[in-house]
């Protein structure tokens, strides 16, 4: 890349956000705490558009990640803005530091060094859930990774693999010799949840290594 074009990117990076909200956090390891939820825009597994669901590689996904005009949600031009916006949804009387979720979509299409530096500079503890398909920046503190079948998972190791359950005809257990500190598999939120919840709770019960992971803000009633 011509040294004039690398100029050009450094200036206009743009940091597109879906939304950003204080929440509890609803699922996986996590379940319970309190964060800051950051929404990145875009995704590339779907478009995020649902005439093209059918025939995505993702195509359950119950979140809208298209564009910037959700709550909080905005177009940030330095990661040090889009850090104080952030920020701004922490509890200013809290005595812990704040925990910032970033998702999206897929928010390794977004996230770089720069990033990652400003936040911490900032107090935040930075937990990122994504598919795998993205080699991430170093530093994140939490890594939650979300595999997709018929993607390439390329992140095969962090602290958490969350898998939705089922998907395809894979066994899960095909993921126990990557390198993840702990193994949760959530039921798929479709038309047939209760059936995939009861197999999730089998399974979890016949592989001790997997811990049920619920959608627990879904029935909070909390974003």
Same mark, same amino acid.
């Given at each position: 890349?011509?040294?004039?074009?690398?100029?050009?990117?450094?200036?206009?990076?743009?940091?597109?956000?879906?939304?950003?909200?204080?929440?509890?956090?609803?699922?996986?390891?996590?379940?319970?705490?309190?964060?800051?939820?950051?929404?990145?825009?875009?995704?590339?597994?779907?478009?995020?558009?649902?005439?093209?669901?059918?025939?995505?590689?993702?195509?359950?996904?119950?979140?809208?990640?298209?564009?910037?005009?959700?709550?909080?949600?905005?177009?940030?031009?330095?990661?040090?803005?889009?850090?104080?916006?952030?920020?701004?949804?922490?509890?200013?009387?809290?005595?812990?530091?704040?925990?910032?979720?970033?998702?999206?979509?897929?928010?390794?299409?977004?996230?770089?060094?720069?990033?990652?530096?400003?936040?911490?500079?900032?107090?935040?503890?930075?937990?990122?859930? /994504?598919?795998? *398909? #993205?080699?991430?920046?170093?530093?994140?503190?939490?890594?939650? $990774? =979300?595999?997709?079948?018929?993607?390439? +998972?390329?992140?095969?190791?962090?602290?958490?693999?969350?898998?939705?359950?089922?998907?395809?005809?894979?066994?899960?257990?095909?993921?126990?010799?990557?390198?993840?500190?702990?193994?949760?598999?959530?039921?798929?939120?479709?038309?047939?949840?209760?059936?995939? /919840?009861?197999? *999730? #709770?089998?399974?979890?019960?016949?592989?001790?290594?997997?811990? $049920? =992971?619920?959608?627990?803000?879904?029935? +909070?009633?909390?974003?």
């Amino acid at each position: 890349m011509p040294v004039f074009q690398i100029h050009w990117y450094i200036i206009n990076k743009m940091y597109s956000v879906k939304e950003v909200y204080y929440t509890i956090q609803g699922e996986g390891y996590h379940t319970g705490r309190p964060a800051v939820f950051l929404r990145f825009a875009g995704c590339n597994l779907w478009t995020g558009l649902e005439k093209d669901r059918e025939n995505a590689i993702c195509n359950f996904c119950d979140t809208d990640f298209v564009g910037t005009n959700g709550p909080g949600g905005g177009k940030f031009d330095s990661s040090e803005k889009l850090a104080q916006h952030t920020i701004s949804f922490w509890p200013n009387y809290s005595k812990s530091n704040p925990f910032v979720v970033c998702t999206g979509g897929e928010p390794l299409l977004q996230i770089d060094k720069d990033f990652i530096d400003t936040f911490h500079h900032f107090g935040f503890e930075i937990a990122v859930e /994504t598919n795998g *398909t #993205i080699i991430p920046p170093k530093g994140i503190d939490w890594v939650c $990774v =979300s595999p997709k079948i018929g993607s390439e +998972l390329k992140l095969k190791n962090g602290n958490e693999l969350k898998f939705v359950y089922p998907q395809s005809k894979i066994d899960p257990k095909e993921f126990e010799n990557l390198s993840f500190d702990h193994f949760s598999l959530q039921p798929k939120d479709d038309k047939n949840r209760e059936k995939n /919840t009861k197999k *999730t #709770i089998d399974y979890c019960h016949e592989h001790p290594n997997w811990s $049920v =992971s619920l959608q627990t803000h879904k029935f +909070l009633g909390i974003p």
